[in-house]
């Protein structure tokens, strides 16, 4: 029963068919009916939106349009996992098949395949800890989004709430080589990157 969950995840979180990269608006971008802002003010600090993805599951399902915003914009990955600058990621939900349990089981074995075993099992509490936030099932309308502070870490907003912040350099690599990182998802990383 375990791998039939962990099947119809991948199939539905990890095929994506629609991806739209955005290399820093000087306008806002409107996608899927989200629209997304070129510039944010996040913790007192100017922010540009780097890319934005549309993930679609099985060609034509609307999973969710997330955009990535950072202080220093870039189209290099390790540029964006290891700088000290401020970094916000909104994902807005259009589908109401993201359930709880689809969402915790998912970022746990995406942040296993996206970093070093090693990584992982040393990091293995704050994993499941941040999993553990991802407590509620999402639907059209419904928002998640992260946003790094240097020197005090990642912290979640999920449904409006704020969850928790984890205080952990190596977390906070992991989680950004989970999205943008060498073993993400080649389509959206590529979108994420603004390329």
């Not at 060609?59 to 950072?70: D, I």
């Not at 909104?90 to 109401?96: P, R």
């Not at 074995?109 to 996206?114: T, Y």
């Not at 709430?161 to 989680?175: A, R, S």
Request: glycine share 6%; hydrophobic share 40%; with cysteine.
């Amino acid at each position: 029963m375990k791998d039939l969950v962990l099947v119809v995840f991948f199939i539905f979180f990890v095929s994506s068919s629609l991806i739209v990269a955005t290399p820093w608006a000087a306008q806002d971008v409107e996608l899927a009916g989200v629209r997304l802002p070129a510039q944010k003010t996040v913790a007192g600090k100017s922010v540009k939106l780097n890319g934005v993805a549309l993930r679609k599951a099985l060609g034509f399902v609307k999973v969710y349009v997330a955009g990535l915003y950072l202080e220093k914009p870039s189209k290099d990955s390790n540029e964006v996992i290891i700088s000290e600058q401020v970094k916000y990621l909104e994902t807005h939900y259009l589908t109401s098949k993201a359930t709880a349990k689809k969402l915790k089981n998912g970022f746990i074995d995406l942040m296993k395949d996206c970093n070093s075993s090693e990584m992982f099992e040393r990091n293995k509490a704050d994993i499941e800890l941040y999993a553990s936030w991802l407590n509620k099932d999402m639907a059209p309308g419904l928002i998640s989004s992260s946003t790094y502070i240097p020197g005090k870490g990642i912290t979640l907003e999920y449904q409006g709430q704020i969850k928790g912040t984890i205080n952990n350099p190596e977390f906070v690599k992991m989680y950004y080589n989970y999205n943008v990182g060498q073993k993400a998802d080649k389509k959206i990383r590529k979108a994420l990157l603004g390329n």
